[in-house]
Nanobody
């Protein structure tokens, strides 16, 4: 059974940094593109970043480009989202995602709150 578990969220101030982690079990990161999404209160879930299974290509939403970086550690089966220069509009629940056998698999999410 595939399971994704996020961690690393918290309350930070404007301009600070956080690193989110997503530990994958039952899933080979070398065979799946991994995604980060977020959902702010009252808004729909939105794409944040992705990285191909080879690690060769990363894609970012325009709103986080240049501030966030996705990476992975295959040995730890973990995907990271380094978030720098955080803004209040980055406040959301952040979710790790993978598509396995055409089905979306989501973690439980981790809350990120940025105060101004």
């Amino acid at each position: 059974q595939v399971q994704l578990v996020e961690s690393g969220g918290g309350l930070v101030q404007f301009g600070e940094s956080l690193r989110l982690s997503c530990v994958a079990s039952g899933l080979d990161l070398n065979k799946h593109t991994m995604y980060w999404y977020r959902q702010a209160p009252g808004k729909e879930r939105e794409f944040v970043a992705s990285q191909t299974y080879s690690g060769g290509r990363s894609t970012y939403a325009d709103s986080v480009k240049g501030r966030f970086a996705i990476s992975k550690d295959d040995a730890k089966n973990t995907v990271y989202l380094q978030m720098n220069t955080l803004k209040p509009e980055d406040t959301a629940i952040y979710y790790c995602n993978a598509v396995v056998n055409v089905k979306n698999v989501w973690g439980q999410g981790t809350q990120v709150t940025v105060s101004s």
